[in-house]
């Protein structure tokens, strides 16, 4: 079966400090891959998706960058934190392909909760 | 564009009654809906889903919904509440053409009193 792993859980770090939050899939190849950010526990903000290694697309403008190195692999960044980076960050995948196979369902991670300061 | 809506911030019911969520969806062709459930600090687990065929969907946890194409309707229901129901739903769409992208609601807190 297919798993999803996020790490850290939880991150506090100071105002202009450096992120890195990374997120592996098991048991399951050539998935697309999402950088979701959930801010005061409501609505959900699509911040990155790839749909292959080294392929990414940006959502919303901003101080985060993503990148996939590997298949199954997804890292979050950034080189400098601001207080609005805050947030409740969820890492998901789906299978990729196109036709009626392909329902499109998301699978997500526990989640890591940045705390800026 | 696809967009989904969930008009209601929060529901308030007394344990062992209906429970219901309202969702709402505009798509330009034929939707995929989905609903999730959160709970507090966790990721979104997948309830249900509706593809095609049957208007009613079941799912996990004794939820189920009931596509509504006149009224472009998804609307989460559970016969008889109970208090570990209490959590964050969302309704998500994905319009059948496009790409790989769910648009979610904006979320509805479920509060479940005993």
């Known amino acids: 079966s297919q798993t999803i792993h996020q790490w850290p859980a939880t991150l506090v770090q100071p105002v202009g400090s450096p992120l890195s939050l990374e997120c592996t899939v098991e048991?399951?190849?050539?998935?697309?891959l999402y950088w979701y950010r959930q801010a005061a526990g409501r609505g959900l903000q699509l911040l990155f998706y790839?749909?292959?290694?080294?392929?990414i697309s940006s959502e919303v403008p901003q101080n985060l960058s993503a990148s996939r190195p590997q298949d199954r692999q997804f890292i979050l960044s950034s080189k400098k934190l601001l207080l609005s980076d805050s947030g409740f960050y969820l890492c998901a995948w789906s299978v990729k392909g196109s036709g009626r196979s392909n329902t499109g369902e998301l699978f997500f991670g526990e989640g890591s909760r940045l705390t800026v300061l | 564009a696809q967009s989904v809506a969930q008009p209601e911030d929060q529901v308030n019911v007394a344990e062992g009654n209906p429970l219901t969520v309202k969702c709402t969806y505009s798509?330009?062709?034929?939707?995929?809906l989905f609903w999730y459930v959160q709970y507090p600090n966790r990721g979104l687990q997948f309830l249900l889903k509706y593809i095609t065929g049957d208007n009613l969907v079941k799912g996990s946890y004794g939820f189920e919904a009931e596509f509504n194409k006149s009224q472009t309707s998804f609307h989460l229901k559970k016969p008889s509440a109970l208090v570990s129901d209490s959590a964050l739903y969302f309704c998500a769409v994905r319009e059948q053409a496009a790409g790989n992208k769910l648009t979610f609601g904006g979320g509805t807190r479920v509060l479940v009193k005993p």
């Open positions: 048991g399951t190849s050539n998935p697309n």
């Open positions: 790839s749909v292959g290694i080294g392929q």
């Open positions: 798509v330009s062709g034929n939707p995929y």
